[in-house]
């Protein structure tokens, strides 16, 4: 038989055992040291959808973000919100949702674009980021106008 005084202690265990579980967990946000949220628009209008990469100019995990009906996104590494500290070119892209049906019962083909194509690759987008430790607010105020020096890739060498 196990004495009263064994049972008191077993029971103490277990109840410090919990108490250290909830407090180690309690500031845990994630594992990562910064969070990424904002406002995308397009020549000042929030763009309803689309979607956001961050790419580490040093190498490490990218990032994305998908964009709600009001233009806002939050940023997520793999299932988890937030990135590391660092700097980050990003990539835009958005498109309408398409109308039309795939011949074959295939899926929808893509709608047509909302952001203009230089925004779809970190050499072109001209995103640049340095995202600090803690919270920060990236507003990303994209333009339909190209910029200097623009070629698109699908029309060089044409002509």
């Not at 803690?134 to 105020?141: A, M, Q, R």
């Not at 994209?142 to 002509?159: F, I, N, T, V």
């Amino acid at each position: 038989m196990v004495s009263q005084k064994k049972m008191v202690n077993r029971k103490k265990n277990v109840f410090g055992f919990a108490a250290a579980l909830l407090v180690g967990s309690a500031g845990c946000g994630g594992p990562y040291d910064a969070s990424v949220a904002g406002l995308v628009t397009l020549d000042g209008n929030p763009i309803p959808t689309g979607s956001i990469s961050f790419v580490p100019s040093n190498g490490g995990p990218q990032a994305y973000a998908i964009v709600n009906e009001s233009g806002n996104y939050e940023v997520y590494t793999g299932r988890e919100s937030g990135l590391p500290p660092g700097e980050y070119k990003v990539v835009v892209v958005a498109r309408k949702s398409s109308t039309t049906r795939s011949a074959g019962g295939g899926p929808p083909p893509p709608g047509e674009a909302i952001t203009p194509r230089w925004y779809a690759s970190p050499e072109t987008s001209g995103l640049t980021f340095n995202v600090e430790p803690g919270s920060n607010e990236i507003n990303l105020e994209l333009k339909s106008e190209p910029p200097a020096g623009w070629q698109d890739p699908a029309k060089r060498g044409r002509g």
